[in-house]
């Protein structure tokens, strides 16, 4: 009996899985298949075309908002990277009775609507007399980027043994060896896949970039969002579509060398 109401409760969690997961990537799908459309209006599918993504091409304000985007991402979460893992590393090592308010600020951008963040880095950018552009998108998007990665870092460092260190120390490694030897190869996923969710975060930013946004420059949520004035054409769903295939293909790659990797190191 009890056999049987695990196969029903697996049936239903299979399904309820399957729904969910149909749900989630039923928007994309409809994305992905209107970028075809030969009609602009998403709301009928009239006949297969690629004419989106020959004027996408062509469209050099919307190519070049997607180059400020991935340049403006990758410099903020290197950035980021840096700064967040030794912050992470730094509040491992002390032990003051502040510790608590200190990793509480640490994580304040994340708690603080984005709209007020936006509208305190804009006054702030305003009084050093700080032209807006890149230099005031790169320097708000890190602010921003910087809590994923640390709390990413701070959670891997609370469940790494801290003898490992001492006894490489023991061993006669310098502070900077035993870090570069032991630590950061043990904490290096946790600031990869922070670094990667910051990525996302920062390619998806709109609400502050507005506000620290220059005239001379814009990014691709920006350029997206000022063009829901105008109308959106379907030159977004094959911009959309093209960046979830490169994605899907590294992904794939990932995976593969993983896997590569993981066989050299069995035999």
Not at 4 to 22: H, P
Not at 148 to 162: C, N, S, T
Not at 215 to 230: A, C, F, G, H, R
Request: a positive charge; proline letters at 5%; aromatic letters at 10%.
């Amino acid at each position: 009996m009890n056999e049987n109401r695990m196969k029903k409760n697996s049936k239903f969690a299979g399904f309820y899985l399957g729904l969910i997961f149909f749900l989630m990537y039923l928007p994309i799908g409809v994305v992905v298949v209107f970028s075809f459309n030969e009609s602009k209006l998403p709301v009928r599918f009239t006949s297969f075309s690629t004419q989106w993504y020959e004027k996408l091409f062509h469209n050099s304000a919307m190519l070049e908002a997607l180059c400020n985007s991935l340049i403006l991402g990758v410099l903020s979460c290197l950035i980021s990277a840096v700064i967040g893992t030794l912050g992470a590393v730094g509040l491992s090592r002390i032990h003051w009775k502040t510790k608590g308010v200190m990793e509480y600020i640490s994580i304040l951008p994340l708690m603080t609507p984005e709209i007020i963040l936006g509208m305190v880095l804009m006054a702030f950018f305003y009084m050093l007399n700080l032209p807006f552009g890149m230099l005031t998108l790169l320097i708000g998007h890190t602010i921003f980027c910087v809590p994923y990665i640390l709390m990413e870092v701070k959670a891997r460092l609370a469940g790494m043994d801290p003898a490992l260190e001492e006894a490489a120390r023991d061993l006669g490694a310098s502070p900077f060896r035993a870090f570069q030897d032991i630590t950061l190869p043990l904490i290096m996923p946790a600031v990869l896949s922070g670094s990667l969710l910051a990525f996302a975060m920062s390619m998806d930013d709109v609400v502050i970039s507005i506000f620290i946004n220059g005239p001379k420059v814009s990014t691709l949520p920006i350029k997206v969002y000022t063009q829901l004035k105008t109308g959106v054409t379907p030159e977004i769903n094959a911009l959309c579509t093209i960046m979830l295939g490169v994605t899907l293909i590294a992904l794939v790659l990932y995976f593969l060398v993983r896997r590569i990797g993981k066989k050299n190191r069995m035999e």
